[in-house]
């Protein structure tokens, strides 16, 4: 595939990935977020500052040092950027990148407190793992960039990161995989908030992730 069929067909997932984000009904009332996915090792596609009717053409193409290549980025989607290098950067095989303010996550990013994971789909959809939580920095600022990228090295195998007082950031291989994923960390936190109703929420038995592991290999051959 040429470079532009590959841009085009990362383009085609990220605007699905955008739909399914608000078919599944995970987005905040301001339907806030931004998507990008990886082109090659320095440049990756972005929304433009909206994700709501988007259309393929309306990706920008950006270096991971801010540069816009093609395509136009609201403003305020100029800050975002160094958000999405940052996580390409430091995990090399992430293919997309998810920023959401999912109101459930976005409740235990505002208590500072990590979601723990005790639903089977957070565990089959890559997060068998408490989502940490990134202290706060001005979106974008250089406090919040080097934030998410300490948490990611101390936290080698998260899929997902709460940014305090902010939201959600989710990472796949490809788009479609990283809105799956969003969309189970936000049932999750739902599930957490609701089970503290009725007693507390209760951690799955030992063994429980090499039993999925078991069952989808079993599934996959
Ligand atoms: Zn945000």
Request: glycine share 8%; charged share 20%; proline share 6%.
């Amino acid at each position: 595939m040429s470079d532009r069929d590959v841009a085009r067909e990362r383009a085609d997932q990220l605007v699905a990935a955008a739909e399914q984000l608000f078919t599944a009904g995970v987005m905040s009332h301001s339907g806030h977020a931004n998507l990008s996915a990886r082109l090659d090792g320095q440049r990756l596609l972005l929304t433009p500052g909206f994700v709501r009717g988007l259309r393929p053409e309306q990706l920008a193409t950006v270096g991971f040092d801010g540069q816009v290549l093609a395509g136009e980025l609201q403003s305020v989607s100029a800050e975002i950027i160094a958000m999405h290098s940052a996580v390409y950067e430091a995990r090399p095989h992430v293919g997309a990148v998810i920023h959401t303010h999912s109101p459930s996550a976005t409740a235990f990013a505002v208590a500072h407190r990590p979601l723990p994971c005790r639903t089977e789909p957070m565990l089959r959809f890559g997060q068998a793992e408490d989502v940490p939580v990134v202290p706060w920095g001005p979106r974008g600022s250089d406090v919040s960039v080097r934030g998410i990228a300490d948490v990611l090295r101390r936290r080698p195998t998260t899929a997902a990161v709460l940014l305090a007082n902010h939201g959600l950031l989710v990472f796949g291989p490809d788009a479609a995989a990283t809105a799956h994923l969003v969309v189970a960390i936000e049932e999750s936190a739902e599930a957490e908030i609701a089970a503290a109703a009725i007693g507390g929420a209760v951690d799955f038995p030992p063994g429980a992730q090499e039993a999925v592991r078991a069952a989808i290999s079993r599934v996959a051959s």
